[in-house]
């Protein structure tokens, strides 16, 4: 059973950071790419981060410069570095796993920006 759990998330004051963290465990077959998403209050959900097997990665404009995403060797974990929070950053993030049969999805992490 394929399994993502946040965790780092969290209340910071705005220029502050954050690391949020994605374990992944179970048979993740075919996947060549994680990423972070993240949904604000009556907002969809968007992309902020996403890395690719061959170490790719791709930010959201509002995001750029701040955040960064990794990965390590065994492809078990996936980080996002949150520097210079902004309020507007405030949401719950999830991390995700595609693969040729579809997409998974952790259960997200809230992070809250205070201004």
């Known amino acids: ?3 993502l ?4 998330g969290g209340l910071v004051q705005a220029g502050g950071s954050l690391r949020l963290s994605c374990a992944y465990s179970g048979r993740i077959f075919s996947s060549n790419a994680r990423g972070w998403y993240r949904q ?3 907002k969809q959900r968007e992309l902020v ?3 690719t097997s061959g170490d790719t990665t791709n930010y ?3 995001v750029k ?3 960064t995403i990794s990965r390590d060797v065994a492809w078990n974990t996936v980080y996002l570095l949150m520097n210079s929070l902004k309020p507007e950053d405030t949401a719950v993030y999830y991390c ?3 693969t040729v049969l579809g997409t998974y999805w952790g259960q997200g992490t809230q992070v809250t920006v205070s201004s």
């Open 96 to 98: 995700n796993a595609e």
């Open 49 to 51: 981060a996403r890395i």
């Open 65 to 67: 410069g701040r955040f």
């Open 60 to 62: 959201a404009d509002s």
């Open 40 to 42: 604000a209050p009556g």
């Open 1 to 3: 059973q394929v399994q």
């Open 5 to 8: 759990v946040e965790s780092g």
